[in-house]
Every structure is written in structure tokens, then in C-alpha cells.
């Protein structure tokens, strides 16, 4: 079965790089044939997003900033300059202050958990709220999130926690735009070698890690959480919504690590 995407056009939030989530996810649906229009925050992710932008075909690129309402009211203004309608919305956006990802949970400051919670999570409730109304005949909203939401994952702290709020919210989300035929769900990556997830500490040993333990004794590629993306986006995705979808080569199913590795 080949999945197409050939007359969808969407919006994708959060490129920071080539080793991007979101740009994998970018990457593979303009390969399966959809139309793709990008956020980006600054001139320094503009610069850098510009040339992936123009290597899938897509010449509307737009500065957002999701913690402020008229930055987020005149993307989707000029979205809607550009088309009536949309397909699509992936949200790849999440922020901590990095300092604070270390040592305790305990220790989070109260302006980091509600910078991290409006960014990481309150942002997918704005975008959906915004993106609804350019979706009269139905549509997906996918968001990414880490396995970290419920369960301690060393450095990852106050992510955790917003990570799982995000969650719920996809939930809930997919309750409220169900009836308009919107389809809302997570991707669950393990650990991969991002911008966002060099800011963990211990990253590197976290990936040599699962890449040894999970099931398939693999992390996670571009490649294959590009692919989960399609599907979810794709008609072949028609009844699929409110979960969580895992890309971990079956990290989440271990109760603890390899025989070999113990």
C-alpha cells in the first residue's frame, strides 16, 4: 500500500535544523506529495530553515512567536492569505530553560515551569484553537512528545511534567474536534541526536543506551518517525486519534535493561 498525500497542504512548526524531528517529519510528507508552508522563531532559525524550506518546494515561511498573541494572530492571517484551507498543523515546539534540567525537580523556579508549560503545552491548545477553523472538512494535528512524560528519565525534570500535560491535552483534544472530523495525536520518539535533545543532559548516554536495549536494538530515525507522520496525516489514518505513538524501536516495553547490559 502506497500512502499519498497529493492534494494536502499543511503547516509544520519547529524546523531548528536539518537534524530536526519536525524536519524529518517535513521531509516525508513533501515526499509523499503535500504542500508545506513553516514557522520559525528569529533570523537565526530563518536563515537556517530557509534553504530546507526551499529543497521541498515551499516559498512561505513565517516568524512566530507562540507566547505572543499577535505574533501567533498574524502567522495564521497570513496563512490564510496564502490558502483558504488546511490539512495539517505538526506542532514541534517545546522549551526549558536548560539550566534548569539539571539536579532536582524540586529546585524548578516557578517562571521556568510556566514558560516551560506555556511553550511545551498551552501552545498545542492555541495552535489547535487556530488551526480548527482552517479545517472545514476535517484534518490532523500531530505533536511531539518524549517517553519522559511518565517515566523519571534522568535530566529531563520539568520536561517531564509538560510533556505529560501535552498528553493529556492531545487527549482532550481529540474529544473537543473529534465531531469535526480533526484528528489529534502525539509521536513518541526515543532519544535522537537533536538540537532540542542536546540540551539533556547525559544525551549521549541516553542514546548509546536505549540503542542498545530496545527490542530492536536501534533508536529512532527521521526516516521512521517521518513515516509514522504520513500515515497519521494521511487518509490511511482516517480513524486514528488521541494516541500516542511510540518510535522507539520498543524501548517503552522494557522493565529494565538487556541481559547483557544488566
Sequence with gaps: MTISMHGKRGLIMGV??????????????????????????????????????????????????????????????????????????????????????????????????????????????????????????????????????????????VMGVAKAALESAVRYLANDLGPDQIRVNAISPGPMKTLAGAAIGGARKTYKHTGENAPMRSNATLEAVGGTAVYLASDAGACTTGEIIRVDGGYHVLGMPQAENL
Design 16 to 157: 531548528a535544523n536539518e537534524r530536526s524531528i519536525a524536519w524529518g517529519i517535513a521531509r516525508a510528507m513533501s515526499e509523499a506529495g503535500a504542500e508545506l508552508a513553516f514557522t520559525y522563531q528569529g533570523d537565526a532559525f530563518g536563515k537556517r530553515l530557509a534553504p530546507l524550506a526551499a529543497s521541498v518546494g515551499s516559498d512561505f515561511m513565517v516568524d512566530v512567536d507562540v507566547t505572543d498573541e499577535a505574533s501567533m494572530d498574524a502567522a495564521f492571517v497570513a496563512l490564510a492569505d496564502r490558502w483558504d484551507t488546511i490539512d495539517f498543523v505538526v506542532h514541534a515546539i517545546a522549551y526549558s530553560d536548560k539550566n534548569e534540567l539539571t539536579g532536582r525537580i524540586s529546585d524548578t523556579s516557578l517562571e521556568n515551569f510556566k514558560n516551560s508549560m506555556a511553550i511545551s503545552c498551552y501552545s498545542l491548545i492555541d495552535v489547535s484553537k487556530r488551526a480548527m477553523a482552517m479545517m472545514p472538512n476535517g484534518g490532523t494535528i500531530l505533536t511531539l512528545t518524549y517517553q519522559g512524560s511518565n517515566k523519571v528519565t534522568p535530566s529531563y525534570n
